[in-house]
């Protein structure tokens, strides 16, 4: 709607996406400024949507949220860190520069940008005003200390993912049109090596490749295969997740319990236990009940 100009496509998407969660009014009302920036003459309206959406989220997050947040709920999880409150949070985070950029910048969060960018070959740097529409996503995910925040996998990223994908198609137009300006042959070439880039970025970032060590037998290698050889053909199979594709033959196949799904074979991994190696917690597990 934002791309077309159509008032009425983008007030039925801000509703749409507000009813499905308050916080994104943060993201609707960046939407509502670059709508502004496209088409000039609707300039008024947009700026209404964008008073609309900050209104929206001034109410949640300053009255609906106090009010009904659980004692111990996202808040804590993300920003415990930063403050009991979303006053205190903001407060600390302008207060403490220096604290929240070495947060920003640390390693895991570095390669968690670069697992975004690099999939989409960079080419959303190339349209920052559609990428400029991410910011509360990102920002969120930045300063939170969850840790699932910082993976692409993890749906935190998932309301800034249509958005990043419209970044990449207008910087893609942008660097064509430059290519083709300077460089017409080399035009030609463009759509292959982006592809190129993207595959492998893609690759990269969601394996989280740092090194050839996942790629490499080992001692875990060597007992999966043990295991995998003792399930006859014709048995029904629960097994851990990284089990499960060496398995997939089987007629039924479920990951490892709970529940107990009264499969032929379970297969049950305590590796889990180095975790908490000294520590009373872990009968408090999801794994060690069914294990003992």
């Given at each position: 709607?934002?791309d077309?100009?159509?008032?009425?496509?983008?007030?039925?998407?801000?509703?749409c996406?507000?009813?499905?969660?308050e916080?994104?009014a943060?993201?609707?009302?960046?939407?509502?400024?670059?709508?502004?920036?496209?088409?000039?003459?609707?300039?008024?309206?947009a700026?209404r949507?964008?008073?609309?959406?900050?209104?929206?989220a001034?109410?949640?997050?300053?009255?609906?949220?106090p009010?009904?947040?659980?004692?111990?709920g996202s808040?804590?999880?993300?920003?415990?860190?930063?403050?009991?409150?979303?006053?205190?949070?903001?407060i600390?985070?302008?207060?403490?520069?220096?604290?929240?950029?070495?947060?920003?910048?640390?390693?895991?969060?570095?390669?968690?940008?670069?697992?975004i960018?690099?999939?989409?070959?960079?080419?959303?740097?190339?349209?920052?005003?559609?990428l400029?529409?991410?910011?509360?996503?990102?920002?969120?995910?930045?300063?939170?200390?969850?840790?699932?925040?910082?993976?692409?996998?993890?749906?935190?990223?998932?309301?800034?993912v249509?958005?990043l994908f419209?970044?990449?198609?207008?910087?893609?137009?942008?660097m064509?049109?430059?290519?083709?300006?300077?460089?017409?042959?080399?035009v030609?070439?463009?759509?292959?090596?982006?592809?190129?880039?993207g595959?492998?970025?893609?690759?990269?970032?969601h394996l989280?490749?740092?090194?050839?060590?996942?790629?490499?037998p080992?001692?875990?290698t060597?007992?999966?295969?043990?295991?995998?050889?003792?399930?006859r053909?014709?048995?029904?199979?629960?097994?851990?997740?990284?089990l499960?594709?060496?398995?997939?033959?089987?007629?039924?196949?479920?990951?490892?319990?709970?529940?107990?799904?009264?499969?032929?074979?379970?297969?049950?991994?305590?590796a889990?236990?180095?975790?908490?190696?000294?520590?009373?917690?872990?009968?408090?597990?999801?794994?060690?009940?069914?294990?003992r």
């Open positions: 709607a934002t077309r100009g159509s008032t009425r496509g983008l007030v039925f998407a801000v509703i996406t507000l009813l499905c969660r916080d994104l943060l993201v609707t009302a960046c939407i509502a400024l670059l709508f502004g920036h496209l088409h000039p003459d609707e300039r008024p309206f700026r949507v964008c008073a609309a959406s900050l209104a929206y001034g109410l949640f997050f300053l009255v609906i949220h009010l009904y947040a659980p004692a111990e808040l804590e999880a993300h920003f415990g860190a930063w403050g009991s409150s979303l006053s205190d949070v903001a600390h985070v302008v207060t403490h520069p220096l604290e929240v950029l070495t947060h920003v910048l640390a390693a895991h969060k570095v390669h968690y940008l670069a697992g960018l690099i999939p989409l070959a960079a080419l959303p740097l190339l349209a920052p005003r559609w400029a529409v991410t910011a509360p996503v990102l920002a969120v995910n930045l300063l939170s200390h969850f840790p699932a925040a910082s993976r692409i996998e993890d749906h935190y990223l998932s309301p800034a249509p958005l419209a970044a990449a198609i207008q910087g893609y137009a942008r064509r049109e430059k290519l083709r300006a300077r460089h017409p042959r080399s030609r070439w463009l759509p292959p090596i982006v592809l190129m880039i595959f492998a970025g893609a690759a990269g970032s989280g490749v740092t090194s050839l060590r996942p790629f490499l080992d001692s875990r060597e007992w999966a295969e043990e295991v995998v050889a003792e399930v053909p014709e048995e029904q199979v629960q097994a851990p997740d990284e499960l594709p060496h398995l997939a033959e089987r007629h039924l196949l479920h990951r490892a319990p709970p529940p107990d799904r009264g499969a032929d074979v379970v297969i049950l991994s305590i889990y236990r180095a975790d908490f190696v000294g520590d009373e917690s872990l009968i408090r597990t999801i794994e060690e009940p069914v294990v």
